[in-house]
């Protein structure tokens, strides 16, 4: 797929350009807990500034529902930036105004006002049709920055050219979150790995008894479907459990913890694959030539329900072919393990990256293309 690179701009200097980025980063006291993504975004701000742009960064931070908030405001970020690219101005919170979620037409004139040139560097905001990100396309000579640019690369990769065999890791809550990306997946797959809670779906689709685990019921029959199908997907043998009366992230509630087959007691609940469930998956994995991994495969932020997680995220940071992450709850997973930069490329964009899978484009890239 392809869209414009920031090279097609040619010469720069004295140019004012806007560079939608993604500074959604997480903030605990009204501290930057996480900088990844203002990191992520500095090959794009520092090639601006090298070639003598005058440079705006602007972004979204959390949901602040069109009006401002002192909890969402840029202060942190803009602080963080200026130590890392001194020279970059920063815009306050797009979704400030309700006109950035709205794509309105008056909101896309004030953004790229006295600007000569856009950049799209937000990956994780392309598969919205907000203002900010489809608007100034139809105004300003436009091009994609760095970090998208790869993502475009390596995602549409997947997609159309993938060294083989080629696994996917499918994890997370639900399957209707994630049914359009399974299935652009089992067309270009060898194999499917499905854990996570959406697995007990696909269980109880094969007449497993799921206990108290999570069970998306209006979704059993689609399951069933894909299995029958002959699609190659492989689903765990084993569960790590917990009990009646146990909570998740608290142990002192008690509740036993116990593996079990892939049918379970009532009141049971699935937090986990089983041992021999992560063995079989690491298998599977070490004999790929490319991975794409999406989705825990239990509750990992529960250290009695992290090593099915662990385990697979080892497994995938030791494979030979080339690997990505997806993303979202992924990344954070695998930066958890501390295999994240053992990983080839690990996306910005947990939602992004589904989308872009799953339809083969955004409305980010078509705006940037002149097409949307």
């Known amino acids: 797929m392809d869209v414009p690179r920031l090279e097609d701009f040619g010469d720069l200097a004295g140019r004012r350009v806007l560079v939608r980025c993604d500074f959604n980063v997480p903030l605990s006291g009204g501290q930057i807990t996480d900088d990844l993504r203002i990191r992520a975004a500095l090959p794009t701000l520092r090639y601006l500034l090298d070639a003598g742009a005058e440079v705006t960064a602007c972004s979204h931070l959390g949901r602040p529902k069109g009006v401002p908030d002192p909890a969402f405001a840029m202060d942190p970020i803009r602080e963080r930036l200026s130590e890392m690219a001194p020279g970059v101005a920063l815009l306050e919170n797009l979704r400030f105004d309700p006109g950035e979620t709205a794509n309105d037409e008056t909101f896309v004139q004030r953004l790229v006002d006295g600007q000569d040139a856009y950049v799209n560097d937000a990956f994780g905001a392309s598969h919205r049709a907000h203002a900010s990100v489809v608007g100034p396309p139809r105004h300003l000579p436009s091009a ?65 008894s799921v206990g108290a685990s999570l069970l998306e019921d209006d979704m059993v029959e689609t399951c069933a479907r894909l299995l029958d199908s002959g699609a190659p997907i492989r689903l765990p043998i084993d569960i790590t459990a917990l009990g009646p009366g146990g909570r998740i992230g608290d142990p002192a509630a008690g509740g036993e913890v116990r593996q079990a087959g892939t049918s379970l007691p009532d009141g049971w609940a699935g937090l986990d694959i089983g041992p021999g469930s992560a063995v079989e998956f690491s298998d599977v994995i070490a004999e790929a030539r490319t991975v794409l991994w999406n989705g825990p495969m239990g509750v990992f932020e529960d250290p009695r329900f992290a090593a099915g997680t662990r385990t697979v995220a080892e497994a995938v940071a030791e494979c030979r072919g080339f690997t990505v992450v997806g993303g979202g709850d992924s990344a954070a997973a695998a930066r958890q393990f501390g295999v994240d930069d053992r990983m080839d490329h690990v996306s910005t964009g947990g939602g992004a990256a589904l989308e872009l899978i799953e339809q083969g484009d955004l409305p980010g890239l078509a705006a940037l293309r002149g097409e949307a």
């Not at 390596?154 to 060294?163: A, D, K, N, Q």
């Not at 080629?166 to 994890?171: N, T």
């Open 144 to 208: 994609a920055g760095r970090l998208l640019a790869r993502e475009v690369e390596v995602l549409g990769g997947l997609r159309e050219s993938p060294r083989r065999p080629f696994v996917g890791i499918m994890g997370g809550a639900k399957v209707s979150d994630k049914l359009g990306v399974i299935d652009a997946l089992l067309g270009v797959v060898d194999e499917l790995i499905v854990g996570g809670g959406m697995c007990f779906t696909f269980l109880a689709a094969r007449g497993a």
